[in-house]
């Protein structure tokens, strides 16, 4: 398929989530100096257990063998947030255990006895304890530890590990590494975006998840155009493997099944396998807002591209995007090509993040065979009027089926990074565009050349007025702006005399665009939107005034 190409200078910065390791302390030599956990994927450092030793009073930590000799245990502490089930591991120890990985271990879990005394190995209830995961006649980690317990907020867990035997820790077998995992005993929503390539709609799709807090779940699952309603429930580690077959014609070689597998836990992930390729991409829980708290964010955010124009641009796009004050997100908005676009999110909580949201939407355009996929980030200011939201878009239109099809027939691949921050309507007798107030109001509409669209780059000089009504200096192509001052929305057309597909003549191009604010510099704001054009779109942008010859 040969698409025109739409990219950004921001394009290489991806903004969906990627597969990352950060990584908490290693575990001490002494309960008293246990660091704390981070939970879920990441993992701790390097524990040398070779270096460790057992302190006085120690005891096995084996729960079904207690006279198993342990004699190198190191220390960790974690202190849940919510109650639900916990599973500690350390078969991350194979990946992060350099070249001397420990693969035999015993793993304890315990609480205070008496929190209110001193921590101590002789002030200790057990909770949980594993020494081998699994068969060592069917896998040869079967000696790493896993084990699961049902952990209370505020409580505070002491994780022991030790080599699996007296002697198992050896200078050639010595380093541990754990992983703590916790699925919430909540109902939470769910949402993220995944892809193995953007400018394919078969390879891409997005994901709803909501589960309850029993660890049931149901989840909506698109891959592409096509939508599948998965049910089911949460094994106790809180992950759930799924098959989703695909049909194909008689006679035709079957297609493997996609794979995919749902994470519950706090820093929950969907893994997705599809013809030998694997993507692992992060779910960001939905965060509720009552009436009594409602979201800081609530605004309506004008959103659009500050990059320059240039030859090869076939236009811009924009959103206005309003969060309501329970955390919904509703965006509206017109794509490059042109159409008009909706989509539905709410903000979720990005992890570990306090005032950090994301809110991922993906909708399906052009007869369901093209689509748009909005990964919005936004960000609480400590100045209302600079919170901010940026959206990484991809777009695809699918090429025409049709020769006689003259508009971007051969399809198109957006890629943009977009932001802005809320949107306020100009006080009475303030210009809507305050970069033209130093000039008097006198500005540039610039319409960039496209090839084949126009003979030459044009410009209209223009001038503002306070009351925000816009006058053109030359009247020849016959241009008009207006902008709606509530909306910050831009409409108006130009006339020019181009030679398209061989036809030489006067034509009337729509003007689109969006008055947005810069959340860095303050009061700055800027113009930008689209022509209509007859093979592309065509970007426009209006700047302070540059002499016209």
């Known amino acids: ?93 194979s990946a992060f255990g350099g070249s001397t990985p420990l693969r035999d271990t015993v793993v304890g879990v315990y609480s205070l006895t008496n929190p209110s005394a001193a921590v101590s190995v002789t002030n200790l209830t057990q909770r949980a304890s594993n020494n081998n995961l ?15 317990f049902y952990a209370k907020a505020g409580t505070i867990y002491y994780i022991a590990v030790d080599g699996g035997y007296g002697s198992a820790v050896t200078s050639t077998a010595r380093t541990v590494s754990i992983r703590v995992r916790q699925v919430p005993a909540l109902a939470v929503t769910r949402r993220g975006l995944w892809e193995f390539d953007s400018e394919v709609l078969g390879r891409r799709g997005a994901i709803t998840l909501t589960t309850t807090s029993t660890g049931a779940y149901s989840a909506i699952f698109m891959i592409g155009a096509a939508k599948y309603n998965l049910a089911g429930h949460f094994d106790i580690d809180g992950t759930s493997v799924r098959s989703i077959p695909r049909p194909t ?13 749902l994470d519950a836990s706090q820093a929950s992930y969907l893994e997705v396998w599809m013809d030998g390729q694997r993507v692992k991409r992060r779910m960001e829980r939905q965060s509720v807002f009552p009436r009594t708290s409602p979201a800081v964010l609530a605004a309506t955010y004008n959103i659009a591209s500050r990059n320059g124009g240039g030859s090869g641009d076939p236009g811009r ?8 004050p329970t955390g919904v997100v509703n965006m ?57 939201c940026s959206v990484y878009v991809d777009f695809i239109r699918p090429a025409a089926t049709s020769a006689t099809v003259t508009f971007l027939p051969g399809g198109l691949y957006g890629a943009e990074y977009m932001d802005g921050t809320p949107y306020v309507k100009p006080a009475v007798g303030a210009r809507v565009l305050n970069f033209l107030t130093p000039n008097n109001g006198l500005g540039t509409l610039t319409m960039f050349n496209s090839s084949g669209e126009l003979a030459a780059t044009v410009q209209e000089g223009l001038t503002l007025s306070t009351a925000n009504k816009t006058t053109f200096i030359s009247t020849v192509r016959k241009p008009t702006l207006t902008i709606n001052t509530s909306t910050g929305i831009v409409t108006g057309s130009i006339t020019t005399t181009d030679t398209i597909l061989g036809v030489t003549k006067p034509r009337v191009r729509s003007l689109v ?37």
């Open 1 to 93: 398929m040969n698409k025109t190409i739409l990219t950004s200078l921001f394009v290489a910065v991806a903004l969906l989530p990627k597969e990352v390791f950060a990584s908490f302390p290693a575990g001490a030599n002494n309960i008293a100096s246990a660091p704390d956990v981070i939970l879920a994927e990441e993992a701790s450092n390097p524990t040398d257990l070779f270096n460790c030793n057992f302190e006085t009073n120690e005891t096995s930590h084996d729960f079904e063998n207690a006279s198993n000799p342990g004699n190198r245990s190191a220390w960790w502490k974690w202190t849940p947030t919510e109650n639900g089930f916990c599973t500690v591991d350390t078969i991350i120890s």
């Open 134 to 148: 699994g068969d060592a006649y069917l896998t040869s980690d079967s000696g790493f530890s896993k084990t699961t």
């Open 249 to 261: 014609a008689a006679g035709v070689t079957p297609l493997a099944p996609i794979t995919i597998k």
């Open 317 to 324: 796009g924009y959103l206005r995007t309003t969060v309501s």
């Open 332 to 388: 509206v908005g017109v794509t490059y090509d042109g159409t008009k676009v909706t989509g539905a999110s709410a903000l979720c909580l990005k992890y570990n993040g306090t005032d950090e949201y994301e809110a991922p939407a993906f909708v399906l355009l052009h007869g369901n065979k093209g689509c748009i996929a909005f990964d919005s980030y936004m960000e609480v200011s400590n100045n209302p009027a600079r919170h901010y």
């Open 513 to 549: 665009g969006l008055v947005f604010n810069d959340a860095y510099t303050v009061g700055s704001s800027y113009l930008t939107g689209y022509a209509t054009g007859v093979t592309k779109n065509l970007m426009f942008e209006v700047k302070p005034a540059v002499v016209i010859p």
